[in-house]
């Protein structure tokens, strides 16, 4: 199973950093919403969901955190530390956010709005669902 992290240009100056994101030049979507979660209490493990059709970015943009990523035959950890990093998540991936420091600030730059019926949210129902897509998750895979 492939990553893929994007690392986005930082455009610093004696006055600090600055990254800007921009659909279709630094996130490879359409970008409909974006959310972010802080103050997330230690131990919590957030997620523990899959998406049929939204990709999103998720990038750690203070403190940090770790997302395990699971597509119904391998799993990986990546950590997220860097405000200039962003993890793609791609559909058909189940995901766990977690190990979150207590100053972390998560952002999520999501292709789609809010729809609750593109969660799965039970993980016997993701690996029914993600077998029929098996091929393409392997093949489509993540690099980093
Ligand atoms: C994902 C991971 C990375 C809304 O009302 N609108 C929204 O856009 C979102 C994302 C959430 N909510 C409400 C629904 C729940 O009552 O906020 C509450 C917490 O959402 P949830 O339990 O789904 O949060 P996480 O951290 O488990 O998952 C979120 C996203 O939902 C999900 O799409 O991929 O972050």
Excluded at 27 to 45: C, H, L, N, Q, S
Excluded at 61 to 81: A, F, M, T, W, Y
Excluded at 120 to 140: M, P
């Amino acid at each position: 199973m492939q990553v893929i992290k994007y690392v986005f240009q930082p455009h610093g100056d004696e006055r600090g950093q600055l990254v800007a994101l921009e659909e279709f030049k630094d996130i490879p979507f359409k970008i409909k919403r974006v959310y972010y979660m802080y103050d997330t209490a230690e131990g919590v493990i957030r997620g523990y969901h899959a998406h049929k059709s939204l990709e999103q970015i998720l990038v750690c943009i203070h403190g940090s955190c770790k997302i395990r990523l699971d597509n119904g035959v391998e799993k990986k950890i990546v950590p997220l530390e860097k405000p200039y990093e962003g993890l793609y998540v791609a559909n058909n991936m189940w995901r766990e956010m977690y190990d979150f420091s207590v100053d972390a600030v998560l952002m999520v730059l999501a292709s789609e709005i809010y729809d609750e019926t593109d969660y799965i949210r039970n993980y016997d129902e993701f690996l029914k669902f993600t077998k029929n897509f098996s091929d393409t998750v392997a093949a489509q895979g993540i690099i980093l």
